[in-house]
Each structure stands twice: as C-alpha cells, then as structure tokens.
C-alpha cells in the first residue's frame, strides 16, 4: 500500500462525533466532510472552480461510468481523472458495485464477477475485482473503493450473509490485484478502501469487520507465498448497503453497530448518504465522510435544502418572493437571486434554473458539516445538532414536497 501519502488525524470528539483531518496526495480534507458527487468526472453543471469557492474538498467519479464513456484508458492517457476533469483537489471512485444494485435488470452476478448490459448500447460486459482495480488504476483518483456486491437494504439474514461473505471475498482478490499493479514503478500513489456490508444485520456487519481487519494485517502473498505485512493496511474504511431500502432507525443502528466494530483510527466513509438528516445523524454515530446524488438530483427537480426541511420551488406561493432561497445562505444562488426569480427560471425550463438549485443544495450540504466540525471543536454538537434537527423537522408542511 501507499502509505506515506496517506494519514488521519482526530483533533476534537463529542461523543462518538470527531472532527479530524483525512491527509491525500493531493491535498487535506477537513471532516466530517461532504463530497459532491460528479459520476461522470463532473458533477451536473456545476464548474470545478464553484465547488472550490463553495468549499468543496473532495469529490467522486464513478468507474462504470467512465470506463464505459469516454474509457478509462483515455482518461489515463489525459493525465487521470484529476487532470481530466480539471479538479485539482482530492478525489474518489467508486468501483461500479452500487451499480450492480442500482441495475440490476441488466446483469448477472455470479462469483467471478459481474456480467452486464452497457446502458448506453447494450454491449456485453464484464467486472471482475481485477478488473476493476485496473479501470480505478487508471482512473488515478486518490482513493480508489472495492469491488462488492450490494443488494437492498431490507434483505434477508441469508441473502445478506451471501453478499457480504462475496463481497469479502472480492476484497481480497481486490487487495491482491491492488498491490500487485502499484508495485510498478510510476504507479499513481492511490489507497483502497474495503466495504463492510451485512444489510441491517448487526451480525454480519461485525463479522465483515473482522474479517476485513484481519485480511488487512495479513497482508496478500508474494510471489513465494509468504504473508505481506504492513502497519497500515486499510487507510480508510466505507460502510456500504446503506440507504438502499431500509428504513431509517435500521441504517441508525447499523452505523452504531459498525462505530464500535471499525478502528476508530482511520477516516469512515458511508457511501451513498446525503439528505441532511442523515449526515448529522451519521456523524453522531462517528462517520467522518459521506457522498450523495441527492443535491444535484433535487435541483434538477426543482428541490431546495433548507434548514426547514426541503421545498419545491415550483409552489405558486413564490412566484413573487423577493427572499433569497435560504435566509442566511452564503452560496451564490441566494446571494444574487430571488425565489421567483429562480421559480422563473424552472417553470420557464431554463438550464439555469436548474443550475442555481444544484448549487445552493451541494453549499448546502458543505456548509451543514463544516458548522458540525466547528460545533464538535466547540464541545456544542450535542446540543446544536439536536436543535437543528427538530427545526428542519418541523419545516413548514405547506412547503415540503
């Protein structure tokens, strides 16, 4: 593994939230953190150089995605994901699993891996662990995530067991693969994140757990077939199958389960969450990184964030609104723009519309953790947490979805 580029520091905890610093190669992300995620090395509308100013620190691509368009090998032959897309800062890729759920109409999954329709022309395809680990290889981003196998949220005990013991499994056939393309000379400096799946089986999330840490400090074999041990095996660990289903005091109590299975040492990142009642309540239960379509998808609906639950913006009531979307909101949209002059905007069908809701909604989210780090820096999370919850829960019923 690529150690030296890598590290976590925890400055500041109030119960099991910590506020920290997740060191990459490309630069220091404060957490707990939100990352905007941009699927197709962009994410919908929004320019590299706005998600800096809003204060964007780390954002994702999507490996099915770009190795199927415009191919990863192009991507590597234009300087990385990084360089591609004109991002300068940290970055993630996802390993294409969630699609293997998200999908599901268009593949097989058997042990090896996965057989699928293109969505883009139904050309038959195949992912296996190695495979992926060589698209994320040369995709170049920071951190690169496991091939595993997601399935809904709700599933039985058994199916549950099924996937995460495969997923287990595609870890170490991932790990190896991993560590055998970054022996190379000019290898991109890049660390692997294992997922821990196990549905709401608070059970299987332990065991995944364990195993995980102890394939970490096993290692994977050499040549000779003698154990490779390193002293820092995973630099950071993901929480997978979340969000996909199941209700939400179950994906509560799997975050629980998995804060008192998972070292504390390294950053967590729960994958695919990011309505704003989930983050608080992820970072309570000692998440530091999270990541979601949601912003942007609302904001192509017509959707804002607000600290009072979410409001279309299409309600008749705005048309002649002179306020800001949300009062107080530093982002661009609400400091130049008036509700009915973006209620306009969408009715109209203007692309523009739809661009100043995609981007108050990704500030919004940064900006709900970056107060959460100060409040954990300021002993006051408990407390301001709570009492944002119950504002944006009783949001104004007349203006919710």
């Not at 495969?166 to 055998?180: N, P, T, V, Y």
Request: charged letters at 25%; hydrophobic letters at 45%; proline letters at 5%.
């Amino acid at each position: 593994m690529t150690a030296p580029d890598f590290s976590f520091r925890i400055d500041a905890t109030e119960g099991r939230a910590r506020a920290g610093a997740f060191t990459t190669p490309r630069g220091v992300v404060e957490t707990p953190a939100f990352m905007p995620v941009g699927t197709l090395a962009t994410v919908k509308s929004l320019d590299p150089a706005e998600l800096r100013a809003m204060g964007a620190q780390m954002i994702l691509a999507n490996a099915y995605h770009l190795h199927l368009r415009p191919g990863d090998d192009l991507v590597r032959e234009l300087g990385g994901v990084q360089r591609f897309s004109g991002w300068d800062g940290p970055m993630l890729t996802d390993s294409g699993g969630f699609q293997v759920f998200s999908l599901a109409q268009l593949n097989t999954v058997s042990e090896d891996g996965v057989e699928f329709r293109s969505h883009i022309d139904g050309a038959l395809k195949r992912f296996t662990p190695e495979s992926v680990m060589a698209i994320e290889t040369n995709l170049g981003a920071d951190v690169m995530m496991q091939f595993d196998h997601v399935i809904p949220g709700q599933s039985a005990h058994a199916a549950s067991a099924d996937a995460s013991a495969r997923s287990l499994r595609w870890l170490a056939r991932c790990r190896a693969e991993f560590d055998r393309l970054h022996a190379v000379e000019g290898a991109p400096r890049q660390a692997l994140f294992p997922i821990v799946q196990g549905g709401v089986h608070a059970d299987l999330r332990r065991a995944a757990a364990a195993a995980i840490g102890e394939l970490g400090a096993r290692g994977t074999t050499g040549d000779a077939g003698a154990p490779v041990v390193r002293p820092a095996p995973w630099h950071g660990w993901a929480i997978g199958g979340l969000s996909v289903g199941e209700a939400k005091p179950d994906m509560y109590a799997m975050l629980e389960v998995c804060d008192a299975a998972i070292p504390a040492d390294r950053p967590r990142y729960l994958m695919g969450v990011g309505y704003p009642e989930d983050l608080l309540e992820g970072v309570a239960r000692g998440v530091d990184l999270f990541d979601c379509v949601a912003p942007t998808r609302f904001g192509r609906t017509g959707a804002i964030l607000t600290s009072r639950g979410r409001v279309n913006i299409k309600r008749a009531e705005f048309r002649r609104d002179p306020r800001p979307l949300e009062e107080g909101c530093a982002c661009a949209t609400c400091r130049r723009f008036s509700r009915a002059y973006v209620r306009h905007l969408v009715a109209a069908e203007e692309v523009l519309g739809l661009r100043l809701l995609s981007l108050h909604n990704v500030h919004f989210l940064i900006a709900l953790m970056r107060r959460a780090r100060e409040a954990i820096r300021a002993g006051t999370f408990t407390s301001w947490s709570r009492e944002w919850l119950a504002r944006f829960h009783a949001g104004s019923p007349q203006n919710q979805d």
